[in-house]
């Protein structure tokens, strides 16, 4: 933010010209065209910097993101682009300047806004590989995640397969979103403090957390709310509620 000094208070009073306009002070309407040419200049020079520090900021914020291989069908698809938030997980030390003064004290981060949420499609850094992927976010901290896997070589997600799929806190999720049921088992898994746990929607071809383990939060780029190429794949893109695991 810019300060600017009040010279309104700093400046001495303009002088004030009384009787009648001698020949110095009256040119018309020459005398006016000139004057207005400065502040023209100067306007059009704010609108200049005010438009480069509103891009900026957007620029800071927002990231477009384009999706490559299958591991998120159907959601998305490849070679389709997304926008990234980046701003919505920011996080921030609460115990900064106290540990300006006294080093040993220990950090508390929080969030901002709020943290990652399950449902949450993610944009994120890899865990041992210098690429970004994007999974879905299945469980957050302080949960128990457990994944049993289907036994149909199909994984058909509209098919009855009893107890088949992934579990949060116990309760088997809902998940009409992915394409296949997990062909894998994932024994129950506690999500420590700073780390989630993340899946692909193409649960039989993804390299996610129940390969790699849960992921930490500082290695999230950004959320994805909106695709906005290819053209009739336009739209903010929708987030399942989990009303099972939800309820109270």
């Known amino acids: 933010m810019r300060?600017?000094?009040?010279?309104?208070?700093?400046?001495?009073?303009?002088?004030?010209?009384?009787?009648?306009?001698?020949?110095?002070?009256?040119?018309?309407?020459?005398?006016?065209?000139?004057s207005s040419r400065p502040n023209v200049a100067r306007e059009v020079a704010e609108t200049i910097l005010l438009t480069l520090l509103?891009?900026?900021v957007v620029r800071a914020v927002v990231q477009n993101f384009k999706v490559e291989g299958d591991s998120m069908l159907p959601s998305l698809h490849s070679e389709q682009y997304l926008l990234v938030n980046k701003g919505l997980y920011f996080r921030y030390d609460a115990?900064?300047?106290?540990?300006?003064?006294?080093?040993?004290?220990?950090?508390?981060?929080r969030y901002l806004f709020h943290g990652p949420q399950r449902g949450d499609i993610v944009v994120f850094e890899a865990w041992d590989e210098p690429r970004d992927f994007i999974k879905r976010v299945i469980a957050v901290e302080g949960e128990m995640v457990e994944v049993k896997k289907d036994q149909d070589p199909v994984g058909d997600p509209t098919r009855d397969c009893g107890e088949?799929?992934?579990y949060v806190n116990g309760v088997k999720l809902n998940e009409p979103y992915i394409r296949?049921?997990?062909?894998?088992?994932?024994?129950?898994?506690?999500?420590?403090?700073?780390?989630?746990?993340?899946?692909?929607?193409?649960?039989?071809n993804s390299s996610d957390s129940?390969?790699?383990g849960p992921l930490p939060v500082d290695r999230i780029i950004g959320t994805a709310?909106?695709?906005?190429w290819p053209q009739n794949q336009?739209?903010?893109?929708?987030?399942?509620?989990?009303a099972e695991i939800e309820k109270p």
């Open 95 to 109: 115990n900064f300047l106290e540990r300006i003064s006294n080093p040993q004290t220990p950090p508390d981060m």
């Open 180 to 204: 296949q049921r997990p062909d894998y088992d994932y024994p129950p898994t506690l999500i420590a403090p700073g780390e989630i746990f993340v899946l692909g929607d193409n649960r039989r």
């Open 225 to 228: 709310f909106v695709s906005y």
């Open 54 to 56: 509103i891009f900026f």
């Open 234 to 242: 336009w739209g903010l893109l929708p987030h399942p509620t989990y």
């Open 164 to 166: 088949c799929g992934v």
């Open 210 to 212: 129940h390969i790699k």
């Open 3 to 34: 300060v600017e000094r009040d010279n309104y208070w700093h400046s001495t009073p303009p002088p004030y010209y009384f009787g009648e306009f001698d020949d110095d002070h009256d040119h018309g309407g020459e005398g006016s065209h000139g």
